[in-house]
């Protein structure tokens, strides 16, 4: 068992970039230090009742936090937008469909209503590149403001402004619009090319093309498509 003296810190991330990331960031720090991670929902709380952290920290984890969990500990997820603008779901594709370019990473303390709690750190965060570009920047930028955070033990400030919130986007939502320019498009394909994530299709004739690895020449855009037929699986 870990000691229970404020030296344990728990972090936990469901994506398969926030593995590598911890452990590069875990042989960073003190060895007075004990860090663990978590990958899977279900190990989540049997882990926190045994090491008793001082910080839980969630890199990018889609399931529910309990508030059994987040009453007992102190738990810090991080946001990608600067709240309390764009509180809720897919912020990298909302705000990159509303045409922004670089966006802030909020660390903020996880209560009963979701991204409303208060700050402990904001830091720039830019939207170039593939979804999955952003997500393993992002990754790093979190565990480098949790470093900060277990440092200084700041107490995180309450959230002022008016509210902007984010709808969850579905999978039926990448379907690739019909009309925009080669920007628009190519911006579309990006911000849902990641791991895990369901990227931006078409539909023709029965045959569904998935879309990845967008890049503009010439004035025209280009991509790497996957074509999946009903019956016969996936091929490149």
Known sequence: ??????????????????????DRF?????????????????ELEPRLRAVDPRYVFFLHWSSI???????RWECVCFHMTDVPYGRGGSP????????????????????????????????????????????ERAT???????????????EPVPQEGPVTRFARRTPAESRLPSEGTVDDLYDFIRMLDADGYPRAFVEHGGVRLELG???RVDGHLEARVMLTVPGDGAAP
């Open 26 to 42: 875990r042989a960073t720090r003190p060895p007075s230090e004990h860090w663990e991670f978590v990958a899977a929902p279900g």
């Open 65 to 71: 936090v309990p508030a059994r969990v987040t009453d």
């Open 140 to 154: 790093e930028l979190s565990l480098a403001m949790a470093a900060g955070i277990v440092d200084a033990q700041p």
């Open 92 to 135: 990298l594709q909302n705000l990159i469909l509303r045409g922004h370019r670089e966006t802030v990473l909020t660390a903020l303390r996880m209560t009963d209503e979701l991204d409303a709690g208060p700050v402990y750190d904001k830091r720039p965060l830019s939207l170039a590149g593939t979804a999955q570009a952003v997500y």
């Open 1 to 22: 068992m870990a000691a229970t003296d404020g030296s344990t810190h728990v972090v936990a991330g469901s994506r398969p970039w926030n593995r590598p990331a911890f």
């Open 213 to 215: 690895d967008a890049r």
